[in-house]
């Protein structure tokens, strides 16, 4: 097949959850191949992993995100974690290299397909995550969801029901959580009652995915310790003005100077016109037309 040819047909199939597995020489799927096929045959039409994700803002979990979701969960090995929203397993692949038994959950099926060929992962369910019921079979949930009009408050919530009495959930967050009102403010309570902690990332924490949105990891236990702290909020950082710059001395008073000539200038055609005025017969005056102000002079 032609070089191009082939990258155009792989990038179709990919679209669609297609992996190349060089064991098996062909592309295999998360799902049935004829399944996953059947709507580019009937349409002539698909849009790429590339587009995809432009599409849906999609922005993969930046390495030291990852490092720092990691420690805060502090997982062992053996122990069972959910991702439910793994996009292409920046944080699954991570969490499955300390040993923990991963299970994932992602709506598109290219992505579902790279996280497929991730031997370390336990399965990989092709499927929107809100709608998938709740188990609480879980140690840890962590996670990276859709920040868009606070999807990420609802995803984590319904996360939270994955977690076993003991489990712990740590998620990357849009740090407008942290005052937002609406569906955010009750969130912020709910995390508040379970003593879960939340930490505003660096900024430009993901400026190498794309986007320079501000973001948080939130901690929320599934059960509130009894050692608990008291839950604090990142606070809302107000943008500053630049510092004003202060201009030449000399500049400044040549400005001054200019300025007193000016008004000067605009009181002397005052009083020539009020000389003028003066001058002639009283009727003169108040004749129609005949106006005096600083509009006139200037």
């Known amino acids: 097949?032609?070089?191009?040819?082939?990258?155009?047909?792989?990038?179709?199939?990919?679209?669609?959850?297609?992996?190349?597995?060089?064991?098996?020489e062909a592309h295999l799927f998360p799902m049935g191949a004829a399944e996953a096929i059947a709507p580019v045959l009937a349409g002539g039409q698909v849009v790429t992993l590339r587009e995809k994700r432009n599409q849906a803002q999609y922005f993969p979990t930046p390495p030291a995100v990852v490092n720092r979701l990691l420690e805060i969960a502090a997982i062992n090995p053996g122990m069972e974690v959910l991702e439910p929203s793994a996009g292409s397993g920046a944080i699954a692949a991570a969490v499955a290299d300390l040993g923990a038994v991963v299970d994932c959950f992602e709506q598109d099926p290219g992505c579902a397909g790279l996280l497929d060929g991730v031997s370390t992962i336990r399965t990989v369910r092709v499927a929107d995550f809100l709608t998938v019921p709740a188990t609480p079979a879980y140690d840890r949930v962590v996670m990276n969801p859709p920040f868009t009009r606070q999807a990420d408050v609802a995803h984590v919530r319904h996360a939270l029901g994955f977690l076993r009495p003991e489990g712990l959930l740590v998620a990357v967050m849009s740090g407008a959580v942290a005052y937002q009102n609406g569906p955010a403010a009750e969130f912020r309570k709910l995390v508040e009652e379970r003593g879960g902690q939340a930490e505003m990332l660096p900024e430009k924490a993901f400026a190498a995915s794309g986007t320079g949105v501000r973001t948080m990891v939130v901690t929320v236990p599934a059960t509130r310790p009894a050692d608990a702290s008291p839950t604090v909020w990142p606070i809302r950082e107000a943008e500053q003005a630049d510092e004003p710059e202060f201009a030449d001395p000399a500049q400044i008073a040549r400005q001054i100077v200019a300025d007193l000539r000016k008004a000067t200038r605009a009181f002397e055609a005052v009083a020539k016109a009020l000389e003028q005025a003066t001058s002639k017969p009283a009727e003169a005056v108040s004749e129609p037309g005949v106006q005096l102000g600083f509009d006139e002079v200037a």
């Open 1 to 24: 097949m032609d070089p191009k040819l082939y990258q155009r047909v792989n990038e179709v199939l990919e679209a669609v959850g297609g992996r190349w597995s060089r064991t098996a």
